[in-house]
Structure formats: C-alpha cells, structure tokens
C-alpha cells in the first residue's frame, strides 16, 4: 500500500524529548510532518491521538499502530498526533500530581484528553502494561475520557500475551467510562518481520476493527459534530 501525501501538514507528532539519544534542545516540541493518506477523502478530519507504551524507537508496537493509522486513512480524513511516554521527561516521571506537571506535559495531557479516537498502544510487560504508560492515564482527569472512543491495542511475545486487553486494558479506561472499540488488536512477535506487521490475520482484524465502529467515528469528527 502506497500512502499519497494529502495537501496541506494533517498529521502531526508530538515529540517530547526525555531520550538520552536526543538533543536536550528538542524538548517540548510539536512537530509537523505530512498527512498520510491512502485514498483522498472528504469530510472532516477525525482527530486521532495514540498513547505509545513503548520505550522503543521502532517498536513493534508502533508498527501495529502505522498498519492501524494507515487502514483508517483509507475509511476517512484523520489528523494524527502521538505520545510517547517514554519521552516525556523528569518533568512526568518525577510527579505524583496534575498540578506539578510542565507546560509539555500538560499539553501531551490535553492533547489525549480532547481526542475524537483515542489509540492506546502497549507492549505487554510482565503480564500488563508498563508502569510509564499507566503513570500517565494517573494525571489524566477522571471525567475527561468519559464517552471518548478509545482503540486498545497490545504486542506481546506470544498469543496469551493478548489477555492483556480485556483483563488489564479495557478495565482502565472502564474507570474513565470511555467508549472502549469492541474489537482489540493484539499481534504476536511473530507476527512481524522486524517491526513491520505482516500477518494478514491481524491485518484482517484491524479492518473489522475498524469497520464496525466507522460510522460512529465519523460522526466524533470536529465539523460533523458542530451540526
């Protein structure tokens, strides 16, 4: 599949900087990089924001998300934005209390908290889901998420790595009382050919996923809803 550049900066990356591979001055950034889109679509832009859990720069786990991003692209316009926990910095691992955070990281915050489609992405970890990535669904507001779409989504080594949605995932953002996606996406380490997702079953499940709820995100993107 070959993405065609749509006109104009649609899909943007919030990269926070807390790597020790990164230059320090990069800290706080947003970047804008171009939108990819398979097909041209017209209507409004679905906001997606993707929470990544992953401390890894690629990831599987990121790669699963690329083959997700990319499949609803083909179903609707979206403008993308991702968080990476792991780059958030001292200013997130080292509070307890929304009040104690930094301009960036209320702003990674707020950027999850306003999504039409939440993605929550995660390798799993000791049979659940890193402690960074629930560090930061800690500082979000218990009520921001209620009614919100959110797709789960796991990598893991092996197949019973997949409970991890419904025992661990979907009963969070159950707290939040958002909109869980009914079908989850897990793929396997071997699944991949590096971080490239090549099995077409859980390329299959990514387009039930997604099927089965796309008129609903349609109608969570911003000019759909202001009608």
């Given at each position: 599949m070959t993405a065609t550049p749509a006109a104009g900066p649609a899909l943007r990356a919030m990269v926070v900087n807390g790597s020790p591979n990164r230059p320090s001055d990069t800290a706080g950034l947003i970047e804008v990089i171009p939108s990819m889109t398979a097909t041209p679509a017209a209507g409004p832009a679905l906001r997606v924001v993707v929470v990544n859990g992953s401390p890894n720069r690629p990831s599987k786990t990121m790669g699963l998300v690329d083959v997700i991003l990319a499949t609803l692209a083909e179903m609707m316009p979206i403008q993308t934005s991702r968080i990476d926990v792991y780059e958030l910095g001292p200013e997130f691992t080292g509070v307890v209390e929304r009040e104690q955070v930094s301009p960036d990281v209320e702003a990674a915050l707020k950027l999850a908290e306003n999504a039409d489609l939440l993605i929550a992405a995660i390798p799993v970890f000791r049979g659940s889901y890193p402690g960074m990535f629930k560090h930061f669904f800690d500082l979000v507001d218990q009520y921001a998420l209620a009614g919100r779409l959110v797709l789960l989504a796991?990598?893991?080594?092996?197949?019973?790595?997949?409970?991890?949605?419904?025992?661990?995932?979907?009963?969070?953002?159950?707290?939040?009382?958002?909109?869980?996606?009914?079908?989850?996406?897990?793929?396997?380490?071997?699944?991949?050919?590096?971080?490239?997702?090549?099995?077409?079953?859980?390329?299959?499940?990514?387009?039930?996923?997604?099927?089965?709820?796309?008129?609903?995100?349609?109608?969570?993107?911003?000019?759909?809803?202001?009608?």
């Open positions: 796991a990598t893991g080594g092996g197949e019973h790595h997949a409970l991890v949605l419904e025992h661990a995932l979907r009963p969070l953002f159950g707290f939040f009382q958002a909109l869980t996606v009914p079908v989850a996406i897990f793929a396997a380490a071997a699944d991949f050919d590096g971080t490239i997702l090549l099995n077409p079953r859980v390329h299959g499940r990514i387009q039930l996923a997604l099927t089965d709820v796309a008129d609903l995100l349609r109608t969570r993107a911003p000019a759909a809803a202001a009608h």
